[in-house]
T-cell receptor, first 117, second 112 residues
Framework: GAVVSQHPSRVICKSGTSVKIECRSL??????MFWYRQFPKQSLMLMAT?????????EQGVEKDKFLINHASLTLSTLTVTSAHPEDSSFYIC?????????????FGPGTRLLVL | QKEVEQNSGPLSVPEGAIASLNCTYS??????FFWYRQYSGKSPELIMS????GDKEDGRFTAQLNKASQYVSLLIRDSQPSDSATYLC????????????FGKGTKLSVKP
């Protein structure tokens, strides 16, 4: 299957700092990528839909000024957690929409584990 | 409200048995259906995708889709302890941006 990478895989930061997470589709172009957050033993929660060349669409309750999303190319979307606080500690996962085949498919990155101290 | 329903389990099967995972969805406009496997602490991994009525087989996995009944299932033959994970059913609804609507997942435990 197609490969989606995320970087970093794990990050620890101090409260108040900003953290950038990168999501790349390695062997296909993704006009649409999605950002999720997952707390322990809970379901994936969609945070936002990232569209190449346009503004992201945020789900209800997700602060767009806190979670900045940039999708500057067909293979890269970034999520920046600004002024991170301990309650932002979570597992952040991206997925990329592959429209290049006969039918569309979505692949997930390996996730980024964020710990805010 | 577009919904995807799964039995949360846990579903426990002995090694070598067939595990049957079921999923129903609410919107007849659905076009694409996926099964993802998620191990604890890891991100979801695509197991199967299915788009038309009938069966689709890939190794030990068979996905079944019945659009009239709004039902999709996953069969795992010769279950192995390594299959123990949470299985997520996901649907893309027609007219959407392609965002997946997930069920809550079924936890499968394969006992040696």
């Amino acid at each position: 299957g197609a490969v989606v990478s995320q970087h970093p895989s794990r990050v620890i930061c101090k409260s108040g700092t900003s953290v950038k997470i990168e999501c790349r589709s390695l062997d296909f172009q993704a006009t649409t990528m999605f950002w999720y957050r997952q707390f322990p033993k809970q379901s994936l929660m969609l945070m936002a839909t990232s569209n190449e060349g346009s503004k992201a669409t945020y789900e209800q309750g997700v602060e767009k000024d806190k979670f900045l999303i940039n999708h500057a190319s067909l293979t890269l979307s970034t999520l920046t957690v600004t002024s991170a606080h301990p309650e932002d500690s979570s597992f952040y996962i991206c997925s990329a929409r592959d429209m290049g085949g006969v039918q569309e498919t979505q692949y997930f990155g390996p996730g980024t584990r964020l710990l805010v101290l | 409200q577009k919904e995807v329903e799964q039995n949360s389990g846990p579903l426990s099967v002995p090694e070598g048995a067939i595990a049957s995972l079921n999923c129903t969805y609410s919107d007849r406009g659905s076009q694409s259906f996926f099964w993802y496997r998620q191990y604890s602490g890891k991100s979801p991994e695509l197991i199967m995708s299915i788009y038309s009525n009938g069966d689709k087989e890939d190794g030990r996995f068979t996905a079944q889709l019945n659009k009239a009944s709004q039902y999709v299932s996953l069969l795992i033959r010769d279950s192995q302890p390594s299959d123990s994970a949470t299985y997520l059913c996901a649907v893309i609804y027609g007219g959407s941006q392609g965002n997946l609507i997930f069920g809550k997942g079924t936890k499968l435990s394969v006992k040696p």
